[in-house]
Each structure stands twice: as structure tokens, then as C-alpha cells.
């Protein structure tokens, strides 16, 4: 199976559920569900590194990609989560190059950045032996930095320009939020929508991936059109909620 970062750059797009809650078996019922990606989010959602290291396993052999969201600056989590098996990490409030550099060195091996040697399970859940693993790493896992303030927009150019950082991922609510000075949660409006545009047309232009994430489906379409590549639609929590509601509305007489 082609990697993540193989169908991306080769122009493919891709919707990843989004997972909060620290239940592997509902990641891997994403999975199952025909999700192509399901991300683990250890920033506002639930997950930890126990917690996402049994739902990559859970996935293990599902042909869905392996990706996570880690708390803010907390890079040393990121090589940790790759150890693991994740394909992909977010990183969230990278406002700067010298943010996005400090990144990317925990998510690359020398000489392109710093991280440390012991990808044994990775490797084991990719399917390859350590030297292939070690061979492919650092154009198969992905560095997306999430742009999300004012400063980030400012600074897009010099973040797209570090070696290492391979993409980027908006995260509209906090963009809304902060470009109004936190006068509006504004994520699906059309200003924020025309910065996200923006800012995936500038990406595609430095030859790095664009990925947001979207609160309706309505918004993946859009993103798709606008340049986006991998879109995050699908949390857990509403899903199965939504389902339960729906199960028992449907009994009721």
C-alpha cells in the first residue's frame, strides 16, 4: 500500500476521521468504516500515548493511515508518537520558523533534523524491516504545522521554507478566534474561509501539502476546491452520539 505522504504528494485527497476519545476499538471501527486516515487527538481530545499506541495497533492491517495531533510545543511527544507508529503528526500553534525548525527536528533523522533512533515498532507496524523504515522515514512521515494565528500567517513563508516541515494544517476555530482578536468563533465563515484559502494556495505554491480541519461535510467539498488535500471530518464523539440518537429515534413509536 502507497503511503500517506506517497498519495499526497502524488496530488491524491483524503478525508481523516478524528478521534478524541482514548477507546482503541472506536478508532479502529473508524477504520473499519472505510476512513482512509483516523487521527488521534492528544491535544484537546482524551488520547495519550497508551491510549494511541493500542489504536494504531487496533489499525494495524486496516489500510487506514496512522496520524496524531500533539499538545502544544510538546515536539518530544511527536518522536515518541512515531516510535509508535503514527504516519503523520500535527502540531498545533506553529507561529514561527523558528517553531516550525524546532518541529522538525524531532520529526526527522540526521542530517535533515535530530530525532533519535529507535523506530522498532514503527517499523513493525509499517510492514518493513528497521533499515527500510530508516531508509524511507523521512519522506513517509509528515510534519504538518498547524496555522492558526495572526503571527503564523505572517510568518507562512518562512515556516513553508524549513527543511523538514512537509505541510500545513489550519485549524479554523482558533483562526477565527484570533484574527478577530477573540471577538467571534467564526470557523465556518466566509473571512476565515478566504484566509484558509490563502494560506492552501500558498502552500501548494512552496510545493508543501495543505490540510485543514472541517466542521461540516459541506467544508470538505469547499477545501477540496480551494486546494486542500487531507481534511479532517468525522469526530468520534458526535458520530457515535448522533448514531445512538438516530438508533432510538427510529424505535420510538
Known amino acids: 500500500m502507497a503511503s500517506l505522504a506517497e498519495k499526497l504528494k502524488n496530488g491524491q485527497t483524503i478525508v481523516t476521521a478524528w478521534s478524541g476519545l482514548a477507546v482503541p476499538i472506536l478508532s479502529e471501527l473508524l477504520a473499519r468504516s472505510g476512513y482512509e486516515a483516523v487521527t488521534m487527538d492528544l491535544q484537546h481530545g482524551q488520547h495519550d500515548l497508551a491510549s494511541a499506541r493500542d489504536a494504531f495497533a487496533a489499525m494495524s492491517g ?3 493511515h496512522r496520524i496524531a495531533r500533539i499538545p502544544v510545543g510538546d515536539f518530544a511527544t511527536a ?12 502540531a498545533p500553534m506553529i507561529n514561527s520558523a523558528k517553531e516550525a525548525q524546532a518541529f522538525a527536528d524531532f520529526m526527522k533523522f540526521p542530517p535533515m533534523g535530530r530525532r533519535s533512533w529507535s523506530p522498532h ?16 522515514a523521512n519522506q513517509d512521515l509528515l510534519a504538518l504545522a498547524m496555522i492558526e494565528t495572526k503571527e503564523a500567517i505572517e510568518a507562512l513563508d518562512d515556516i513553508l521554507a524549513v527543511d ?7 485549524g479554523p476555530s482558533d483562526l477565527s478566534l484570533t484574527l478577530s482578536n ?7 465563515s466566509p473571512a476565515t474561509a478566504k484566509i484558509a484559502a490563502e494560506i492552501a494556495s500558498r502552500a ?23 486546494g486542500f488535500q487531507l481534511m479532517a471530518y468525522g ?17 420510538k413509536p
Open 182 to 188: 477573540g471577538a467571534a468563533l467564526e470557523p465556518n
Open 204 to 226: 501548494r505554491e512552496a510545493g508543501k501539502i495543505a490540510s485543514i480541519f472541517c466542521l461540516t461535510a459541506e467544508k470538505v467539498h469547499e477545501s477540496r476546491e480551494a
Open 79 to 90: 518522536s515518541r508518537l512515531l516510535d509508535l507508529g503514527a504516519e503523520a503528526i500535527i
Open 235 to 251: 469526530m468520534d464523539m458526535g458520530l457515535f452520539s448522533q448514531a445512538a440518537t438516530d438508533a432510538l429515534k427510529a424505535c
Open 62 to 64: 486496516l489500510n487506514a
Open 121 to 136: 515498532r514503527a517499523a513493525m507496524l509499517a510492514g518493513q524491516d528497521v533499515e527500510t523504515y530508516f531508509q524511507r
Open 164 to 170: 523538514g516541515i512537509d505541510g500545513v494544517f489550519v
